[in-house]
């Protein structure tokens, strides 16, 4: 029995779970509590050493033990990962090492505080993000988590503990966690600890019992950690009877729309739909719809949507802005092609007769929305509000500073309407009072009007609303009796005034509405004009170098930006690209945040979550489950690139590039395909060309070698001599055939190095024909070539056997004695060498079929060759730049010809003569 | 008289071919001596006083041109290359260390026994002693000494580079010349890397002595290596 072919079992099932390891995704373990200082590091920490006791690789990648001696001792046996050191104004932060943690591989790694904000400068600027790519290389990962951090949870802690938390940790990460530990502890346990100096250093420990450790704050605190982990044992139960197919549970599935707008209600509605969303297990849906009206407001606000949207998408949610006039009818289109089942959305902001006069959604909906309940939100306290927009406003600066950017060339245009709009004014003044006396009053008042549509026809809303104004006051002051006076004597003219007022207000805002939705279908008309001319032109690209200088020259007219598109080597490394750059190019992307994208498939870099410290953004290219490359845009101005509309115009963007780049790497492998599959005929066809070709001489020459080597005497002398001149003739046409099937095998293998120099064209065709020497005597050979000594650029040699092959062919295809004339024709850029003949010419339709290679006219004949002579005149030809062709002679027989172009002026010769 | 038979080395691997040039050779009344290796022919070479070499350039040991650049240390025997086809840059190398002529694999006994010929000959009578200083070839006729060209009975202008081209071909009649080496001696070790003017002076000088230039008779090309005048 031999014992070393028989692996171990253990070692086995060992060596099958490390390959495992390696393909799956890491697992989450959260330590998940009330409040700081219930001991959820000290419980981690503690799993930590039980792991390690069953033998497996644990360290720490950080820990916070808020100097409590008893998490401190259980610390010191573990591996402790150390902390890179970041500098940032003047101060060392210590952050978690991500790059030393995934060099290092540990199969468990702790760290702390999953809530945390990384400092400025890291890779993301949250700590779950570490994690999740900690997890996404495979390592499992034990962290602590307070309930106040959860994202879902940010209003509700507001409320009972009276502040509000930055540092929150989207509701993904929890409920994608594999394990959740709660850790809990009675709030009079926390108080005692707390005062024991157990949770914080005694000073520190006072603030912190009068501010937060409250109580009432730590019972309803407990109470939500409580409720989070029993709501996630729920969901898992549900999981698990989905997993085993007990369904009569589930009907149909529910999708949620939540509606936002801009106002500070959007951020609490996106919150509360997500936990309806989870609570439900349904889909969510957050949708913004821009209306011509919506969109004239100021840039702050409609930042603010973004970023809510933006919150919407960590939270799980999918996002959209829909651009539509009414807002009704685009969410009641939207629900329907989408299934949506249920609506969410702020309670109506129009009170009272406006909402009666004006109408609101809300009520719109409810009539029209058949089988889609809605939910309405309330508002909080207005006081509430003025807080919430502040906070608002400053977060939004936190994360997206170049999003502030604002236009000032549109300011002067506004100030600009303004005094258009007095400027009009006036003159309408002036005019009535030129007409004052010849006409009616109510004439005038027309005057008045005329001006108000007209500015509300060029400048908008609010010129037109004040010429408005100003127009009523003109002509009451001026044309109502008493005159030079707001005073009015009769009271009609008070109706006449308000009619002229209303009718005024009315005309500014219908043309305004015209003028806005104008200015939308213009908009429209230009993104689809842009992507058009992108996608005509990328449809033209025909290699990938093409693609990338269409690509990058339309996202520059676009976005304004500089940009490039890099691609992954061989071995899925982003390299720069060798292509030359153009204007529009961007040089010097970092290629390290690049090969991040690559690898995650998420963009990355400014106004992004990851490495927003970088200049340029990354977004990935991905034609569905394939990587292509990375596009690198470097914006001059954010809002160009992450405003709703040119985000989706973006995505169309990469879309169409995706597209492009896949259409061209399929035509590429279908044709390295074709190319196969001709090599494989190729093959054939030589093998079975070759075998017979050189089987036949070589039948000659066995046997007539054998019957004079087994002589014994009989053979006459001229017996021998005869069988002696066959092994010679055979021999060497044998040899023929090998050179021309090497000949043309180096050719198609591109190893023929072309060594071209000047040569009078004379000396080519007399090199040629001496070679021939007398096997052309009886042939008249005319050489007709242009005067003067011509000079070609070319490899000799190999143009020689060109020639060669075309008159070995004459010889051997045209009757004996019949005339050959050779010619050559020059041009400034080309010259053409002919050999003509008189012979039985080329049949129909197969000047081509000729230049293949193993084609015969005639088949296997004892004069024929192997077929490759003309092959091997064609792939020389082609070698050199040039064409050759072969087509029947006026008068009989045929012409074989070809063209070479001239590469180079002919070199200065300084003449004796 | 044994005595007299030319000594020729054969320096070549394969001994088929060893073999065949023995046989054939030595009934053309030549003393062969074979070598398996390229030092082992320079040795022999040496020993033997040899009258000529026939060496193949794809040796084990030692590259063929080396061979050549070895014996022309010390002597001025002819040396004639077997080589593969298609190996012109080889080739060349060879004649530019000093070989006199080169077949190419397969080859005929009768081209094998006129190149050895030609070889002998060189070796034996310089050209420069012609008899009363004149070259002749067919119709052509040089006098060296008056530096007058004939053909037939009509005299030929010749410019002055295409005189002396025409000597330095007279020179080595027979023997095929590189490139390379026409450049050097004609216009000087400068000139090398320009043969287009070597080509478009061959061809001045084929109008004027041939009678179709494109078909000559005298001033022959050897494709993609040099030139030599045929005897």
Known sequence: MSSVARPDPDELLARVEKEQAKSRRGHLKIFFGAAAGVGKTFAMLQAAHERRAENLDVIVGLVETHGRAETKALLEELEVLPPKQIEYRGTVLREFDLDAALKRRPSIILVDELAHTNAPGSRHPKRWQDIEELLDAGIDVYTALNVQHLESLNDDIGQIAGIRIWETVPDTVFEEADEVELVDLPPDELLLRLREGKVYLPQQAQEAIRNFFRKGNLI?????????????????????????????????????????????????????????????????????????????????????????????????AETTTLSSPNLSEAIIKFSSERNVTKIMMGKPSRRGWRRFVLGSVVDTLIVEAHNINIYLLGSPHPHREEEEKLQLTTRRKEVLPGLLQRSKTRKKGYYLGYCWAVGVTLICAVLARLMHGSFEQSNLAMIFLLGVALIAARFGRGPSVLASVLGVLVFDFFFVTPFHSFAVSDTQYLVTLSAMLIVAMLISNLTANVRSQAKVAAHRERRAAVLYAMSKDLAAAESEAEIVRTAVRHMHVEFGSRNAILFPDANGRIIYPNERSIPESLAGADLSVAQWVFDHNEMAGQGTTTLPGTKAIYFPIDAGNTMLGVLVLEPVNLRRVFLPEQQKLLDTFLRLIAQALSRIRLADQAKTVQLQIETEGLRNSLLSSISHDLRTPLATIVGSASTLAEDDGSLKAEDKIELSRAIYDEARRMSNLVSNILDMARLDAGMIQLHKEWYPLEEIIGTVLTRFGNRTSDRQVKVTLPPGIPMIYVDAVMIEQVLTNLLENALRYTPAGSPLEITAEMSADWVEISLADRGPGIPAGLENRLFEKFYRLREETAQSGVGLGLAICLAIVAVHGGSIRAHNRAGGGAIFSFLLPHEHQPPEIVHEE | MTALKPKIIVIEDDPPIRRFLRTALDTHGFEIFEAATGKQGVVEANIRKADLIILDLGLPDMDGVSVVKAVRAWSEMPIIVLSARSAEAHKIEALDAGADDYLTKPFGLGELLARIRVALRHASIPPEQTEA???????????????????????????????????????????????????????????????????????????????????????????????WLKV
């Open chain 1, 220 to 316: 309803a605190l407990r109470e939500l950690a409580l409720r989070q982990t029993a709501h996630r044992v729920d969901a898992q139960m549900l999981d698990y009877r989905e997993d085993n197919a007990i369904r009569e549970v589930w009907q149909v599935s529910e999708r949620i729309l939540v509606c936002i707008g801009p106002n500070t209600l959007a951020e609490r509605l996106v919150r509360a739909g997500k936990r309806f969303a989870v609570s439900l297990r349904a889909d969510w849906i957050v949708v913004y719809v821009e209306t011509p009206e919506l969109q004239r407001l100021p840039t702050e606000k409609r930042d603010a949507v973004l970023r809510v949207l933006r919150t919407a998408e960590q939270l799980g």
């Open chain 2, 133 to 227: 200083g004149v070259f002749m070839t067919g119709n052509l006729s040089v006098d060296l000494i008056n530096r007058r060209v004939y053909n037939g009975d009509q005299e030929i202008h010749l410019t002055p580079i295409q005189y002396r081209l025409l000597t330095v071909l007279i020179k080595h009649a027979g023997k095929i010349l590189t490139h390379r080496q026409i450049l050097k001696e004609v216009w000087g070790p400068n000139s090398i890397e320009s043969p287009h003017y070597l080509r478009i002076y061959m061809s001045q000088l084929r109008h004027k002595l041939e009678t179709d230039p494109a078909q000559p008779k005298y001033l022959l090309t050897e494709s993609g290596v040099g030139y």
